[in-house]
């Protein structure tokens, strides 16, 4: 990663890192268990647009972070992977609906085209942009000197990924959410692109809904297991 990690508080006091793990467990396992457990669904969304937004000011608040970082690298990334990542992740998609749900496979393009392309365009903007920044930039830089080291922050980061999708209460979900995490902080740690993840994401969930597996990402079909 070079100049980002250089970029990283090496060195934090003990209080200051008391502080951060606070924090941390308030903003990455706290809101998403009180959004999962406790709010009605008609509720989730307005729940996840603060949880958002106080992401964003966290981002822009943590000491050394420039939002120009962002664009650090962003072409570091082939057309070729980008070609084989959308042909697995659409064989996956296409295998998982019609093994659980082979009733609501291309439901969106059989019945509702529109609906789909209005998907495709908001998606990577109000969806996959602002996760990537909460569980990326947020997660690697503000919270640097409290992570473990190595695999372990990847692991983790893809854990409290998952976890920020329990509201749905689909163990399809948790997979999917906690593959899609490894992947993600891969290319944004490992190819130091912010950009590369965005796009990764971008692609993975209009896959996602185009084959019809957003029946399982709509807060209208959450069935709580109490």
């Known amino acids: 990663m070079g100049r980002l990690d250089r970029l990283q508080t090496a060195v934090a006091s003990e209080p ?22 406790l ?6 969304f307005p729940a996840l647009f603060a949880f958002t937004g106080l992401g964003l000011v966290l981002l822009h608040l943590t000491p050394g972070f420039a939002w120009a970082e962002l664009r650090w690298n962003w072409r570091n990334w082939s057309w070729a992977e980008v070609a084989g990542f959308t042909v697995a992740m659409t064989g996956l998609c296409v295998w998982v609906i019609y093994a659980t749900r082979p009733d609501a496979a291309f439901a969106l393009a059989r019945r509702r085209p529109e609906m789909l392309a209005a998907v495709w365009f908001f998606y990577p903007f109000l969806s996959a942009l602002p996760q990537e920044l909460l569980f990326r930039p947020l997660f690697y830089r503000r919270y640097h000197a409290i992570l473990p080291q190595g695999r372990g922050s990847h692991l983790l980061n893809a854990a409290l990924f998952s976890l920020a999708h329990l509201m ?36 993975a969930g209009n896959i996602l809904f185009a084959v019809g597996l957003g029946i399982y990402f709509y807060s209208g079909n959450v069935q709580r297991p109490f």
Not at 39 to 44: K, Y
Not at 170 to 190: H, N
């Open 16 to 37: 200051a890192r008391l502080r951060l793990r606070a924090e941390f467990g308030l903003f990455y396992i706290g809101a998403p268990l009180l959004i999962a457990m």
């Open 168 to 203: 749905y209460w689909s163990w399809i979900v948790a997979a999917m959410t906690f593959a899609g995490g490894l992947l993600f902080s891969w290319a944004y740690r490992r190819r130091g692109s912010f950009f590369f993840a965005v796009l990764l994401h971008a692609i």
């Open 39 to 44: 709010l009605p669904p008609d509720m989730m």
